[in-house]
């Protein structure tokens, strides 16, 4: 059965969205800063760079 979100549940406003967006590269750059040899780590942080430009641009 198919349910619907309530009025104003689950929906993101523009403005909150690109605060949510650079929170995230902001969290990742703390994450990034705890092992900086992690090559891991170091794509994670481009990858979330990559997305939240990509997400920006799509407004």
Known sequence: ????????EG?????D???H????VEKSFEIL???????YLRRNVVRNIFFSLRGLFKF
């Open 17 to 19: 969205l690109v605060n």
């Open 33 to 39: 800063d705890s092992d900086r040899n992690s090559q």
């Open 1 to 8: 059965m198919v349910s619907y979100p309530k009025p104003g």
């Open 21 to 24: 967006l650079f929170a995230d």
């Open 11 to 15: 929906f993101i406003r523009p403005h």
